[in-house]
């Protein structure tokens, strides 16, 4: 049972375009989301957080948007740069868990220059 | 630098042989975890610990054994057990002690990972 979805196993946008990666969430009891970043051959690095106490967090070009009744979040990139070319994963936690996280399959960003 | 090292970054082993899988971080950190990448596949946890000599098993922790002597080192041992252990392997650290409140607890920081093949 996947917890942490990421539907979409890649997407491909333009240069100077707004990238939007989606992802969604069963566990009702998740109340910290992150996104991560990967590059081939390397571990992920930390982008991005919310709370579930807040619906947006914006961190220069990287704004995360948190829809709890829809249990969505996304995660946009604007302008997209071809170095934010990546595999982006979505985590999610909740209070008191141990601090685990449950990542999600993750997406493919392809940008063309 | 603080940070978080894996060793080897590229690791062969022979169906059969057990093999260990070194972790180490200097960021004071209490929590470390151990996840492997498949491709297609988002992390798996296999194994967790949140304080020294005290560890949990993750998701997928069958054929895998880990030690926390140490409160700098987490190292996996990957066993003959593990039926598919050709993986790329990351270990990870985080603050985060049982029971606290989320946020900057939940923040996990990777290390560079270590690519096992079985041959």
């Known amino acids: 049972d996947q917890q942490v979805k990421q539907n979409s196993p890649s997407l491909s946008v333009q240069e100077g375009r707004i990238s939007i990666l989606n992802c969604d969430y069963t566990n009702s009891m998740f109340d910290y989301f992150l996104w991560y970043k990967k590059y081939p051959a390397e571990g992920p690095t930390f982008l991005i957080s919310?709370?579930?106490?807040?619906d947006k967090n914006e961190d220069g070009r990287f704004t995360v948007f948190l829809n709890k009744s829809a249990k969505h979040l996304s995660l946009h990139i604007v302008p997209s740069q071809p170095g934010d070319s990546a595999v982006y994963f979505c985590?999610?936690?909740?209070?008191?868990?141990?601090?685990?996280?449950?990542f999600g399959k993750g997406i493919t960003l392809s940008v063309r220059p | 630098d603080g940070g978080i090292t894996q060793s080897p970054k590229y690791l062969f082993r022979k169906e059969g042989q057990n093999v260990t899988l070194s972790c180490e971080q200097n960021l004071n950190h209490d929590a470390m975890y151990w996840y492997r990448q498949d491709p297609g596949q988002g992390l798996r946890l296999i194994y967790y610990?949140?304080?020294?000599?005290?560890?949990q098993k993750g998701d997928i922790a069958e054929g895998y054994s880990v030690s926390r002597e140490k409160k700098e080192s987490f190292p996996l041992t990957v066993t003959s057990a593990q039926k598919n252990p050709t993986a790329f392997y990351l270990c990870?650290?985080?603050?985060?002690?049982?029971?606290?409140?989320?946020?900057?607890?939940?923040?996990?920081?990777f290390g560079p990972g270590t690519r096992l093949t079985v041959l």
């Open positions: 990870a650290s985080s603050i985060g002690l049982a029971g606290l409140a989320g946020g900057l607890w939940n923040e996990q920081f």
């Open positions: 919310i709370s579930s106490i807040k």
């Open positions: 610990s949140q304080i020294v000599n005290d560890f």
């Open positions: 985590a999610a936690s909740a209070t008191g868990a141990n601090s685990k996280l449950t």
